[in-house]
């Protein structure tokens, strides 16, 4: 059989079955999609697995389905279809076995296979916080600078902001959706699902006008984890369906990571929750990049501020933490103080004065009000 048919067949699949039906998988997988397809325009008998009901089902929507419509019209809006073994097919959904997608159709000119070897996914909640808008924003810019390709949903809230800070960096995203990719879902994403499909890529499994159900949009979640590398979560509920792709990227051995928010936020309660689980948490795109990047690809070692007193050795370290804040104190109560003797306690008040942390009042010496208000400071933070 050659390409050309296989791809009309699975054409007609695409429009009969829905997405993620592991009967059918299993049907391509032990017939294949030539002999499927025969038997449910009517060319033999039913398959197993499925009632009469469900098959008369399928039987009803394969004598609508027209696969050169489709493809004619999916040409119409400068779309293609993938097929499992195309050159652009991306090995890693083979992951998903049986649930694997029929096929793919794709706007947008670069390869997908290319572009899901070195991809993240950034979802979460749609009623998003302000602080959920301005984290997904901020990762999709920094993924998109050091070269990964963000993968979201195109739905409002975390994947809008996650796709736009992508696109704001000059970067590359993919939105995978639940519906027809000549269809942008929701409507108030249009411009920005077109803006997608002109600089990356808009990806589905649906065929050309077709439309997003409850159901379709938990199936496309699995096809988000399973091309990407790793899926991080930045606000989810616990019923959201961004767990849903993290649960499925766990499934499929991906890297699950999640974004703290406030313990207070109902819409961190569902990352908390798989943050207590496998997940990784991560606070930045160096953050994420080291987790799913190659060897070598490591966020930066976070600490807090040097202060000048850091940099003292030990022994000149203990006689300034012997000095009071207000009363001058004498060498040798200051020597007693830092466990030293009085002519070492000596050399180190010179060296510290030299370096402004110290002050001679008559025979006596004490902090100055610089260092003062740095060690108060300090100690606040303990």
């Known amino acids: 059989m050659s390409g050309d048919e296989e791809r009309l067949h699975r054409v007609l699949l695409a429009r009969v079955v829905e997405p993620g039906d592991e009967v059918c998988g299993r049907w391509l997988r032990e017939t294949g999609a030539a002999e499927v397809a025969r038997r449910l325009a009517g060319g033999g008998q039913q398959l197993p697995g499925v009632t009469d009901t469900r098959w008369a089902g399928l039987r009803a929507r394969a004598e609508r389905a027209d696969p050169e419509r489709d493809l004619a019209q999916a040409r119409d809006s400068g779309t293609r279809f993938l097929c499992p073994g195309d050159t652009e097919w991306p090995a890693q959904l083979d992951d998903l076995g049986d649930a694997r997608p029929v ?102 499994e649906l065929p050309p006008g077709d439309h997003p159900t409850p159901s379709r949009f938990i199936l496309r979640n699995r096809v988000i984890a399973a091309l990407t590398r790793g899926t991080v979560v930045v606000e989810a509920a616990y019923r959201s369906g961004a767990l849903v792709t993290a649960r499925a990227a766990q499934r499929l051995g991906r890297f699950t990571i999640g974004v703290p928010g406030p313990a207070s936020s109902s819409l961190s309660a569902g990352v908390h929750e798989l943050l207590r689980g496998e997940a990784v948490l991560v606070t930045d795109a160096a953050e994420v990049a080291e987790l799913v990047g190659d060897m070598g690809e490591l966020a930066p070692a976070r600490h807090g501020p040097v202060l000048p007193r850091d940099l003292l050795d030990p022994a000149a370290a203990r006689v300034l933490a012997a000095l009071p804040a207000r009363e001058p104190a004498l060498r040798r109560e200051i020597a007693r103080d830092a466990g030293t003797t009085e002519d070492d306690a000596v050399a180190r008040l010179y060296e510290l004065r030299s370096l402004g942390f110290v002050e001679r009042h008559g025979d006596g010496w004490k902090l100055t009000r610089q260092a003062t208000m740095s060690i108060g400071t300090d100690r606040g933070r303990c």
């Open 103 to 204: 096929g793919l159709w794709v706007r947008g000119l670069p390869s997908l296979r290319i572009w899901a070897l070195r991809s993240v996914a950034v979802v979460g909640a749609r009623a998003c916080t302000e602080y959920g808008a301005h984290m997904a924003s901020t990762l999709g810019a920094g993924l998109a600078e050091r070269g990964w390709v963000v993968v979201s949903g195109g739905a409002y809230g975390v994947d809008g902001a996650a796709h736009r800070g992508a696109l704001g960096a000059g970067g590359a995203t993919v939105a995978v959706l639940a519906c027809g990719v000549d269809r942008p879902y929701p409507r108030g994403h249009t411009q920005l699902i077109t803006r997608i499909a002109e600089q990356g890529l808009v990806v589905g």
